[in-house]
Structures are given as structure tokens and as C-alpha cells.
């Protein structure tokens, strides 16, 4: 009787001891530096591997590597085609504009600050490396230094508002070529240990992939500036 | 007090929490792990955390679609569809995974900022629904577009 009564209470007692330990890891105050949290610095404190090596890119200095290579994420706010008016309130959307220069067939999206080297579209990169080399080696506009895009950089060009391909006309426009296939980026994918294994993007036929594929030639549309 | 009913749910309630992201420290702006909101300080977008809607059959006719859109626009308060570069943009190109639905699934999103994300593709504003519906699969961080009804299952998260 006296065993049967003292049941409850343990119970309880083993109940809020878990809950309490637990509930460090349940509300995410594991994650949580043991400092104040000034503006930005709580939220994802981790921006790095956690040491579980599941789920963190291999440590053996290929491009997937977080800690050398880590992953770019967006910078500026993301410009919405103009075109897009699915019934939204106007305040809400950040509408996109270019500004075009036709002498240099640069494309200047003004809301990332991002500037594209259209005429310099280079339809045959064979790897990631040879989209890099091409695109430094870049004159147009010089002092300017290019690049290849990363993933979100070129992925704030997906226009899905357009009817013949996923991207404003005014781009191609910019620099008189046809803008096709899946484009390098300088992203990584980190699902793999492979280093040829990329993010592409492509606009074709009004539907766009972000995947990582494998190496294979591609095109690449160099960028600079952003922020 | 059914202790053998009660430890092993606790247990397994602290335990499978360990979700993980790698969005930079300023992405976002302060939030706590309540938080129904969370905003993006360098896109400045706003988001809801947690999806207002999952496991929703395509939206590819009209009807579907506008049913899906008016998830986000029934909240009132500015709340809209995001469109498919803003989904892109939370997208986390190092995924952490998850246990769900009795597997380990790869999910793509700073799972800090967003802890309740379904491996599932997310809806993005659609100009012509019946002709195409876009969509961000975070279970594999990948974008598209899809025309007609498929057996894909699809998610909503609101933004403003």
C-alpha cells in the first residue's frame, strides 16, 4: 500500500525531470548562446557543421566544405517581375527594374545592385572551373571583377511571369543573345562529396530548375557587384 | 498515472528534436523559438514560420489554385503567396535531416527559422495555374513547375 501510494509522486517527480531537461532541447534553448542577443545574433546561431557528420559536408577541403565554401545566401531584397499582379497588394511586392547598357551589354538589376554580362554570354563552359576562369578573364567593363553567380544570385532572374521562357526579355535584350540551357553557379551542391556536383539554373520553356547535376558543358552568364 | 504511457512520449518528443540550419547569424532578425513570425533582415521579407497548409492535393486548375492563394490572403494583414525567387531564398543549400513520416528525409531550410517544414513542394505565386503551378520542393531545395495534376503533395507558407 505504502509502494502503491508513493507511485503517483514519483511519476510526476520523473516526469517534470525529463520535461525540464528536455525542455531545453524542445524549445531550442540548446541553440541558444549563452549571451544577449543583440539584433541577428540568435536566430541560426549555427552557421557552421554541428559535428554530426550525417548531415555535415565532408571536411576534406572539396567545395561542398561549409566552413571554407559556405553557402550564399541573399543579400538584397528580391525583386519581383513587374508583370506580376496575382491580385496582391501593391506595397508587398518589391517590384524588379533594370537599367540597360547597350554599349557594354551589361543589365543592371537595381534592386540587388547585381550587374549581368549579357553580351558575354558564354554558351559552352565545360566545368565549374572553366565558367570561374572565363568569367575573370572578363574585360567588359573593366576594373570590374566577374563571376560566376551562386544559386540565389542567379535564381533572382526566374521570371515566371513571362510567356515564352522564364526570364524578362530585357536581358537578352541587353547584350542581343539568346539565353538558354542549364547555366553553372558557383553553388555546390553538399549533398554529395562528388565536386563536380553543382546548382544549375535554367530558364527554358517558362519552367526553371535549380538542381545540382553533374559535370557536363554549360552556360554561364557572369555576374558582379550585389549587396 | 500511466507511467509507461507517459515517459516514452516525452522521451521521444525531447529526442527528436535536433533540427539544425546554416543561414548566416544576421539573416534573420532576433526571434524565439514561439515566434510566429520571422523576418528576413537582408531580403526584409517577412514570412510566417510554420506553413499555413500540407499534404494539399496540386492546385493546378484555377479553382484549386485560388483556393490555395486565398490561404495566405484570408489571413489579411498583407500576408500573399511568395513568389518563386522569395521561396528560393530560404532554400538552405546544406540540408539537415529530419525523421519524418518513419524515414530520414533531407529537408532544405534553416530549420531554426523554420522548424516545421514538410519535405514537400511549396506553392509559389502562379500567373496561369491551369498551365502551370510553380513550386520549391524543400526536400530537395530544387524549383519547377509542374502542368498539370500530379501525385506531388504540396505545402503553403505565407509571406509579406
Not at chain 2, 503551378?133 to 509579406?160: E, I, M
Amino acid at each position: 500500500m505504502r509502494s502503491r501510494r508513493w507511485r503517483f509522486p514519483i511519476a510526476v517527480a520523473a516526469v517534470v525531470v525529463v520535461m525540464t531537461l528536455g525542455c531545453e532541447l524542445v524549445v531550442g534553448l540548446d541553440k541558444f548562446d549563452k549571451v544577449d542577443c543583440g539584433v541577428g545574433q540568435c536566430g541560426a546561431i549555427e552557421a557552421g557543421p554541428d559535428g554530426d557528420s550525417a548531415t555535415d559536408a565532408p571536411p576534406d577541403g572539396n567545395l561542398g566544405d561549409v566552413l571554407s565554401n559556405p553557402a550564399k545566401w541573399a543579400q538584397w531584397p528580391i525583386p519581383n517581375p513587374t508583370r506580376w499582379d496575382a491580385g496582391v497588394p501593391d506595397a508587398s511586392i518589391q517590384p524588379a527594374f533594370y537599367t540597360s547598357d547597350f554599349t557594354n551589354g551589361v543589365i543592371k538589376d537595381e534592386v540587388t545592385k547585381l550587374v549581368w554580362a549579357v553580351k558575354d554570354y558564354h554558351a559552352m563552359a565545360s566545368s565549374e572551373l572553366d565558367a570561374e576562369t572565363y568569367c575573370k578573364g572578363l574585360k567588359t567593363l573593366s576594373p570590374i571583377v566577374w563571376r560566376v553567380p551562386s544559386r540565389i544570385e542567379l535564381a533572382t532572374l526566374i521570371d515566371f511571369t513571362a510567356k515564352t521562357k522564364a526570364l524578362d526579355p530585357a536581358i537578352e535584350a541587353a547584350g542581343g543573345v539568346t539565353i538558354t540551357g542549364n547555366h553553372w553557379t558557383s553553388s555546390p551542391s553538399r549533398t554529395t562529396s562528388n565536386v563536380d556536383y553543382y546548382w544549375r539554373v535554367s530558364f527554358n520553356f517558362g519552367e526553371s530548375m535549380v538542381t545540382s547535376t553533374t559535370t557536363g558543358s554549360g552556360p554561364v552568364l557572369c555576374v558582379s557587384g550585389g549587396g | 498515472m500511466r507511467l509507461t504511457r507517459t515517459l516514452p512520449v516525452v522521451l521521444v518528443l525531447t529526442l527528436a528534436v535536433g533540427a539544425r540550419g546554416d543561414a548566416p547569424p544576421d539573416q534573420y532578425f532576433t526571434f524565439s523559438p514561439a515566434s510566429l513570425i520571422i523576418i528576413d533582415a537582408h531580403t526584409t521579407l517577412i514570412w510566417l514560420r510554420a506553413p499555413v497548409k500540407k499534404d494539399m492535393a496540386s492546385p493546378n486548375s484555377a479553382i484549386a489554385y485560388v483556393g490555395a492563394l486565398q490561404l495566405c490572403t484570408n489571413l489579411n494583414a498583407g500576408w500573399r503567396l511568395p513568389s518563386i525567387r522569395e521561396l528560393l531564398s530560404i532554400v538552405d543549400e546544406q540540408p539537415h535531416s529530419e525523421h519524418v513520416g518513419g524515414k530520414d528525409v533531407s529537408i532544405f531550410i534553416d530549420a531554426n527559422a523554420f522548424p516545421a517544414t514538410t519535405p514537400q513542394r511549396f506553392l509559389a505565386a502562379s500567373p496561369d495555374p491551369a498551365n502551370g503551378v510553380w513550386w520549391v520542393d524543400f526536400s530537395s531545395g530544387a524549383a519547377g513547375v509542374t502542368v498539370s495534376n500530379d501525385q506531388a503533395l504540396y505545402s503553403v507558407r505565407c509571406v509579406k
